[in-house]
């Protein structure tokens, strides 16, 4: 008798439990880079919500599911004064340990539990290093910048500016 009990519950853990979900996550750990560092991070899902606002370096956990049976993507913002602004998406791809369902997961594993909890999915992209990028300055502003011209070229009005040097 009790080897039928322990057997109908070995048999019940399998059915009902989702390998993915048990030997996975659906939470992973993510960390953020940038040079230079404490640039603003803003990361949005795909809906567009912010879902974590801070400064570089960061460390967080993300979701790799963002619904039923739907891989979770986020962008990732970048914004430091002086430097353009860089954004770059992270998408969730699919977990191999979900197949493990085949063999111990059952279908309620595969069909339910882990489309339901994220844990089909996963984030590969554990360590972000961005480089950020120098803003070129822009309109008339030539005071700090170093121009050759042919003085015939030039318009009368810069050609009474000139100054000789010899």
Known sequence: MKHII???ALAGVLMFSSCASIVSKSNWPI???????DARIVITDDKGLEVYSGISPASLKLKSGNGFFKKATYQIKFEKDGFE???ITINSKLNGWYFGNLLIGGVIGMLIVDPATGAMYKIEDDLINENLVNKVSSGNNNAHRL????????SEKDKENLVRVN
């Open 6 to 8: 322990k057997s109908l």
């Open 85 to 87: 602004t860089k954004k």
């Open 31 to 37: 960390s953020i880079n940038s040079n230079p560092t």
């Open 147 to 154: 121009m050759i011209k042919d003085i015939n070229n030039l």
